[in-house]
Nanobody, 124 residues
Framework: QVQLVESGGGLVQAGGSLRLSCAIS????????MGWFRQTPGKEREFVAA????????YNADSVKGRFVISRDTAKNTMALQMNSLNPEDTAVYYCAVSVGYGLPRAVRDYDYWGQGTQVTVSS
């Protein structure tokens, strides 16, 4: 099994920044991708960003391009999401996830393991 634990959520004013972290433990895979998703009540879980296991390739959703940066520390086996220029529309529960295999998937169904989520609230 794989365990994912997010941290770093909280309350921030519009225009501010937050950094989310995701610690991964348990079973290891030869190739995988990691992603960040977010969800608000009554809406489907939304793709935010993804990164390959090596950290060499990334992909961001259009809604966060230029504001969010995904990164990975292979030595510590962690992933981070630096969120800048936050606005109230970014308010959501943020989840980290692992997709076993190749590529940078963006669909929820392509991810195999999920964290419990961390709340991010941006006030106006």
């Amino acid at each position: 099994q794989v365990q994912l634990v997010e941290s770093g959520g909280g309350l921030v004013q519009a225009g501010g920044s937050l950094r989310l972290s995701c610690a991964i433990s348990g079973r290891r895979f030869s190739s995988f991708a990691m992603g960040w998703f977010r969800q608000t009540p009554g809406k489907e879980r939304e793709f935010v960003a993804a990164i390959t296991w090596s950290g060499t390739r990334t992909y961001n959703a259009d809604s966060v391009k230029g504001r969010f940066v995904i990164s990975r520390d292979t030595a510590k086996n962690t992933m981070a999401l630096q969120m800048n220029s936050l606005n109230p529309e970014d308010t959501a529960v943020y989840y980290c996830a692992v997709s076993v295999g190749y590529g940078l998937p963006r669909a929820v169904r392509d991810y195999d393991y999920w964290g419990q989520g961390t709340q991010v609230t941006v006030s106006s």
